[in-house]
């Protein structure tokens, strides 16, 4: 079984041993701007990938753009809050076929300007539209929907509830608008078959059905289930490079995000990677810097403001208050505050 590391050189130390490329697996949530939270745990990966070469081993970075995720829409007959492939959604700027492509885009630009600094790694993008059409997803998938009980136990707390907010983790795309909703589908597990109910007003379909392991219909999940691509896909995983927000408490219970990711993971007996945990950017109004919160300085207009300098402070700034940092949390992230940042940015 994987470990938890807050600290990237105790996670350096756990790979020492492996003689294959090291595979290092990173998802990026598209609903929005890259910020420069979310360019910090791109920049931890990089770094880790760039490290493991230079010591003289393989390592290939994967980035997962999880585009089937929750964007906010409200205007195009879609229902509020609903889940929808991003690749169906129209890109606003207009510069590619979809919202996804743009994504995805954005994350190549940003791989190589950093690259341009002189970090070396190899990487490939992926999209979850796809992976979660692969037959050995479904199969984990399948897994954890038998054992509903344990996962909202982890998920919910110690006692699952039953109330309006018992939300399911699983939630199907209908075949026909490609929408689906946060109200809970529900599993036959007898069958095998997920059935959930459209609720978009304008759409022809009521309800439809349909078994997990067909890959004709897409199947969007709660975040915390898209790592199960790390153990179920191949190549799997050795370590997942989360954001410094999976180390702060997660819902209702007392776990922390990344530990209520791990315990789902081992619901499916395959052990999991490592996980490494980055540094927590936090916003100007002592909150996380986040895109719902709207509190996330844009990378691309500080990339414009300042061009490449932007990184190269970043990675001074990663190499030695993370990397070389032995006062470093050995159970926690690393919070920076917003002081820190402008001072860090020079902005
Ligand atoms: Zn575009
Ligand atoms: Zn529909």
Request: some cysteine.
């Amino acid at each position: 079984m994987g470990s938890i590391f807050y600290n990237f050189n105790d996670c350096l130390d756990n790979l020492d041993s492996y003689e294959k490329t090291i595979n290092i697996n990173v998802g990026l949530r598209p609903s929005g701007k890259l910020h420069i939270g979310n360019f910090a745990t791109l920049l931890l990966s990089f770094m880790l990938s760039d490290t493991i070469n230079s010591n003289g081993k393989d390592s290939m970075l994967r980035l997962t753009i999880c585009d089937l995720d929750l964007p906010y829409l409200e205007e195009d007959g879609s229902p509020d809050n609903c889940i929808i492939n991003y690749r169906d959604m129209p890109d606003e700027e207009g510069c590619h076929d979809s919202f996804s492509l743009h994504v995805s885009d954005n994350v190549e630009k940003t791989v190589r300007l950093v690259q341009g600094c002189g970090l070396n790694f190899n990487y490939e993008i992926n999209f979850f539209s796809e992976l979660q059409k692969e037959l050995g997803y479904r199969v984990g998938l399948k897994k954890l929907l038998d054992k509903n009980m344990d996962v909202k136990m982890i998920y919910n707390g110690d006692r699952p509830r039953k109330s309006k907010s018992d939300k399911t983790l699983v939630y199907p795309l209908c075949p026909e608008c490609r929408t689906s909703s946060k109200s809970s589908s529900r599993y036959d597990s007898e069958r095998g078959v997920l059935s959930m109910e459209c609720l978009n007003a304008m759409c022809d379909v009521d309800s439809f059905e349909f078994d997990v392991y067909d890959t004709e219909y897409d199947i969007a999940v709660h975040f915390f289930l898209n790592a199960i691509r790390d153990i179920m896909i191949e190549p799997f995983a050795d370590v997942h490079v989360l954001g410094g927000d999976y180390a702060s408490i997660h819902g209702g219970n007392r776990i922390r995000g990344v530990e209520k990711v791990k315990s789902l993971m081992e619901l499916m007996g395959a052990g999991t990677p490592d996980y490494l945990v980055g540094p927590l950017l936090m916003g100007n109004n002592g909150q996380k810097m986040g895109k719902s919160i709207g509190n996330g300085l844009n990378f691309f207009e500080l990339i414009e403001d300042q061009g490449d300098d932007i990184i190269y402070k970043m990675i001074d700034f990663t190499r030695e208050n993370i990397i070389n940092n032995t006062e470093y949390p050995k159970n926690d992230s690393l919070k920076i505050n917003y002081e820190q940042i402008k001072s860090i940015l020079k902005i």
